[in-house]
């Protein structure tokens, strides 16, 4: 496993990346796997994981659905996001950090689970700036972080990583 800090910031030592093997099981209910649970072990030390199923199919979005301006927040820091999603899934960002792009998104059939692709930039090759990125998604009527006051709406949150910086986005559309 890789780990990333938040986007614009560093682990203690100074590093933008760390390595981690993961060793545990799983349980399941007969149909699922319920939960997963182990030991993160990495250079600075183990630590515990536990991880829990939870269904995200019940409702799957088309890009109409989807569709619309988006405002949000990378996770770990308060620098904003803002996205414009067109109903083909073509979208433009642009963030606090003065980056900006354009990638799509598609809706994986039957599944509330989107795959993301993007290149985004800034001005005088601003280092925060991740360049070709790809990742998954999925949408929520929730405010998974607090980040919105649980405002009504809909949210999409964003996983996105490359070889050298990963993070995750949570955006609203009220």
């Not at 600075?44 to 829990?52: A, I, M, V, Y």
Request: hydrophobic content about 30%; proline content about 3%.
């Amino acid at each position: 496993m890789t780990g990333f800090p938040p986007l614009g910031q560093t682990f203690g030592n100074g590093q933008t990346i760390r390595h981690f093997t993961f060793e545990g099981q799983g349980s399941d209910n007969g149909t699922t796997v319920d939960t997963i649970s182990g030991t993160l072990s990495g250079d600075t030390g183990d630590g515990k994981l536990s991880l829990n199923y939870e269904d995200l199919s019940a409702k799957v979005p088309s890009l109409s659905d989807l569709a619309g301006s988006y405002q949000g927040f990378y996770w770990g820091n308060s620098t904003s996001v803002s996205v414009t999603i067109s109903n083909t899934g073509a979208f433009s960002y642009s963030d606090g950090f003065s980056c900006s792009g354009l990638g799509n998104l598609s809706v994986m059939p039957n599944y509330n689970l989107l795959q993301v692709s993007a290149t985004i930039s800034g001005s005088s090759g601003n280092p925060v700036c991740p360049g070709s990125i790809n990742g998954i998604g999925f949408t929520d009527t929730r405010d998974r972080g607090n980040l919105f006051g649980n405002a009504s709406g809909t949210y999409i949150y964003l996983g996105l990583s490359n070889s050298v910086t990963g993070f995750m986005v949570e955006l609203y559309k009220s």
